[in-house]
Protein backbone atom coordinates (compact mmCIF):
# COMPACT_ATOMS: atom_id res chain seq x y z
CA UNK A 1 0.00 0.00 0.00
CA UNK A 2 0.86 3.38 0.37
CA UNK A 3 2.88 3.09 3.56
CA UNK A 4 6.20 2.78 1.86
CA UNK A 5 6.51 6.38 2.41
CA UNK A 6 8.01 7.85 5.28
CA UNK A 7 7.53 4.59 7.58
CA UNK A 8 10.63 2.35 6.47
CA UNK A 9 13.35 4.62 9.20
CA UNK A 10 11.94 3.95 12.47
CA UNK A 11 11.92 5.77 14.83
CA UNK A 12 10.25 8.43 13.18
CA UNK A 13 12.04 12.08 13.04
CA UNK A 14 11.11 15.10 15.10
CA UNK A 15 11.57 18.62 14.37
CA UNK A 16 12.37 21.37 17.21
CA UNK A 17 10.80 25.08 15.98
CA UNK A 18 12.15 27.24 18.18
CA UNK A 19 8.96 28.75 19.89
CA UNK A 20 10.39 32.38 19.50
CA UNK A 21 11.80 33.67 16.96
CA UNK A 22 12.43 37.40 17.71
CA UNK A 23 11.85 40.09 15.73
CA UNK A 24 13.81 38.60 12.48
CA UNK A 25 11.96 35.89 11.34
CA UNK A 26 14.18 35.55 8.22
CA UNK A 27 16.74 33.78 10.33
CA UNK A 28 16.33 30.25 12.05
CA UNK A 29 17.86 27.15 13.21
CA UNK A 30 15.50 23.93 13.06
CA UNK A 31 17.06 20.68 14.54
CA UNK A 32 15.19 17.53 13.55
CA UNK A 33 16.12 14.74 15.32
CA UNK A 34 16.26 11.05 14.33
CA UNK A 35 17.83 12.23 10.94
CA UNK A 36 21.26 13.12 9.40
CA UNK A 37 22.92 13.78 5.88
CA UNK A 38 20.24 11.75 3.84
CA UNK A 39 17.23 14.12 4.84
CA UNK A 40 19.95 17.28 5.67
CA UNK A 41 21.04 17.04 1.89
CA UNK A 42 17.80 16.86 0.34
CA UNK A 43 16.22 19.25 2.59
CA UNK A 44 18.73 22.08 1.87
CA UNK A 45 18.61 21.22 -2.07
CA UNK A 46 15.20 21.96 -1.94
CA UNK A 47 15.49 24.64 -0.03
CA UNK A 48 18.10 26.02 -2.47
CA UNK A 49 15.91 25.89 -5.04
CA UNK A 50 13.26 28.42 -3.78
CA UNK A 51 14.43 32.34 -4.93
CA UNK A 52 13.47 33.37 -1.01
CA UNK A 53 16.48 31.53 0.16
CA UNK A 54 19.59 33.48 0.70
CA UNK A 55 21.46 30.61 2.93
CA UNK A 56 20.60 27.07 3.60
CA UNK A 57 23.12 25.18 4.99
CA UNK A 58 22.80 21.88 7.36
CA UNK A 59 25.19 19.98 9.96
CA UNK A 60 25.32 17.12 11.88
CA UNK A 61 27.03 17.82 15.23
CA UNK A 62 28.70 14.03 15.62
CA UNK A 63 27.80 10.69 13.75
CA UNK A 64 27.37 9.44 17.58
CA UNK A 65 24.15 12.24 17.76
CA UNK A 66 20.77 11.72 16.38
CA UNK A 67 20.46 15.04 15.54
CA UNK A 68 20.56 17.56 12.18
CA UNK A 69 20.53 20.74 12.46
CA UNK A 70 19.66 23.26 9.48
CA UNK A 71 19.94 27.03 9.04
CA UNK A 72 17.50 28.34 6.88
CA UNK A 73 17.84 32.87 6.28
CA UNK A 74 15.52 34.14 3.77
CA UNK A 75 14.98 37.58 1.71
CA UNK A 76 11.90 38.11 3.69
CA UNK A 77 9.49 35.55 4.27
CA UNK A 78 9.14 33.77 7.16
CA UNK A 79 12.35 31.05 7.62
CA UNK A 80 9.15 28.33 9.64
CA UNK A 81 6.98 28.95 6.19
CA UNK A 82 9.97 28.70 3.27
CA UNK A 83 10.81 25.69 5.10
CA UNK A 84 7.78 23.64 5.30
CA UNK A 85 6.74 24.72 1.70
CA UNK A 86 10.21 23.08 0.35
CA UNK A 87 9.78 20.11 2.79
CA UNK A 88 5.83 19.97 1.15
CA UNK A 89 7.78 20.15 -2.63
CA UNK A 90 10.41 17.16 -1.43
CA UNK A 91 7.43 15.16 -0.19
CA UNK A 92 5.45 15.59 -3.66
CA UNK A 93 9.29 14.78 -5.40
CA UNK A 94 9.29 11.32 -3.43
CA UNK A 95 5.50 10.71 -4.49
CA UNK A 96 6.06 11.50 -8.29
CA UNK A 97 9.39 8.86 -7.62
CA UNK A 98 7.10 6.45 -6.03
CA UNK A 99 4.46 6.60 -8.97
CA UNK A 100 6.86 6.27 -11.58
CA UNK A 101 8.83 3.32 -9.92
CA UNK A 102 5.73 1.39 -9.31
CA UNK A 103 4.33 2.20 -13.34
CA UNK A 104 8.20 0.86 -14.37
CA UNK A 105 7.69 -2.22 -12.17
CA UNK A 106 4.28 -3.18 -13.14
CA UNK A 107 5.38 -2.82 -17.17
CA UNK A 108 8.78 -4.87 -16.50
CA UNK A 109 6.50 -7.71 -14.87
CA UNK A 110 4.08 -7.16 -18.07
CA UNK A 111 7.39 -7.49 -20.24
CA UNK A 112 8.33 -10.77 -18.17
CA UNK A 113 5.46 -12.75 -18.37
CA UNK A 114 5.03 -11.97 -22.16
CA UNK A 115 9.33 -13.43 -22.40
CA UNK A 116 8.04 -16.31 -20.31
CA UNK A 117 5.33 -17.16 -22.40
CA UNK A 118 7.18 -16.64 -25.48
CA UNK A 119 10.17 -19.17 -24.01
CA UNK A 120 6.89 -21.58 -22.89
CA UNK A 121 5.86 -21.72 -26.69
CA UNK A 122 8.89 -22.76 -28.09
CA UNK A 123 10.64 -19.85 -28.85
CA UNK A 124 8.80 -19.15 -31.68
CA UNK A 125 8.86 -15.18 -31.36
CA UNK A 126 12.16 -13.13 -31.13
CA UNK A 127 12.78 -11.17 -27.83
CA UNK A 128 12.48 -8.06 -30.47
CA UNK A 129 8.42 -8.94 -30.77
CA UNK A 130 8.22 -8.82 -27.26
CA UNK A 131 10.16 -5.48 -26.64
CA UNK A 132 7.02 -4.41 -29.53
CA UNK A 133 4.64 -5.17 -27.47
CA UNK A 134 5.89 -3.81 -24.54
CA UNK A 135 7.03 -0.38 -26.90
CA UNK A 136 3.02 -0.23 -27.72
CA UNK A 137 2.32 -0.32 -24.23
CA UNK A 138 4.62 2.89 -23.84
CA UNK A 139 4.63 4.86 -26.66
CA UNK A 140 7.15 6.70 -27.45
CA UNK A 141 9.30 8.09 -30.31
CA UNK A 142 12.74 7.68 -28.69
CA UNK A 143 15.55 5.25 -29.15
CA UNK A 144 15.47 3.29 -26.16
CA UNK A 145 18.42 3.77 -23.10
CA UNK A 146 18.98 0.05 -23.27
CA UNK A 147 18.66 -2.43 -25.86
CA UNK A 148 15.05 -4.40 -25.15
CA UNK A 149 16.43 -7.74 -23.40
CA UNK A 150 15.25 -10.47 -21.61
CA UNK A 151 15.94 -8.66 -18.32
CA UNK A 152 15.11 -5.26 -19.29
CA UNK A 153 12.01 -3.61 -21.07
CA UNK A 154 12.08 0.07 -23.01
CA UNK A 155 12.61 3.03 -21.36
CA UNK A 156 9.39 5.08 -19.77
CA UNK A 157 11.88 8.23 -20.79
CA UNK A 158 13.84 9.93 -22.86
CA UNK A 159 16.06 12.61 -22.76
CA UNK A 160 14.89 16.42 -23.70
CA UNK A 161 17.70 16.63 -26.77
CA UNK A 162 15.94 14.08 -28.11
CA UNK A 163 12.82 15.46 -28.62
CA UNK A 164 15.05 18.78 -29.65
CA UNK A 165 15.73 17.51 -33.03
CA UNK A 166 19.01 15.55 -31.92
CA UNK A 167 19.66 12.09 -33.18
Given at each position: GDQWLGEMAQPRAEMDIPDDLGDDQTCATFQFVNEDHTLGNVVRYMLMKNPDIEFAGYSVPHPTENIMNLRVQTTERPASSVLAESLTNLMAVCLHVKRTYRKALR????????????????????????????????????????????????PLSCPPAWHAGGS
Open positions: IHSKYQQQQQQQEGEGGGASAAAAAAAVAVAVPHSCPPLHPPGPRWPP
